[in-house]
C-alpha cells in the first residue's frame, strides 16, 4: 500500500524510530524488574510463613527426643 500524500509530506525528527525502540526496551525491562521483584517477595512471605513453622517443629521433636531419652533411664 502506497503512503499518502500527506504521510510522506509530513518530516519526522532523526533517531525518531531509534528514540522509539530505546524507550520500549526500557519499558520492558522496567516491567521486568518489576515482575521478579514481586515474584521474590511473594516467595518471601511465603517462607516468613514456614520458617515459624519450620522452626516450631524443630523445637518440638528436640523436646520429644529429650523426653526419650529420660524415659529411657
Avoid at 517477595?41 to 528436640?62: N, P
Amino acid at each position: 500500500m502506497a503512503k499518502s500524500k500527506k504521510a510522506s509530506a509530513r518530516v519526522t525528527a532523526a533517531k525518531q524510530s531509534q528514540a522509539a525502540t530505546s524507550a520500549s526496551a526500557r519499558n520492558k525491562a522496567g516491567l521486568q524488574a518489576i515482575a521478579k521483584a514481586a515474584g521474590q517477595q511473594t516467595a518471601g512471605q511465603q517462607f516468613e510463613k514456614t520458617r515459624a513453622r519450620a522452626i516450631q517443629s524443630h523445637i518440638q521433636a528436640r523436646g520429644q527426643r529429650k523426653q526419650a531419652k529420660r524415659d529411657s533411664r
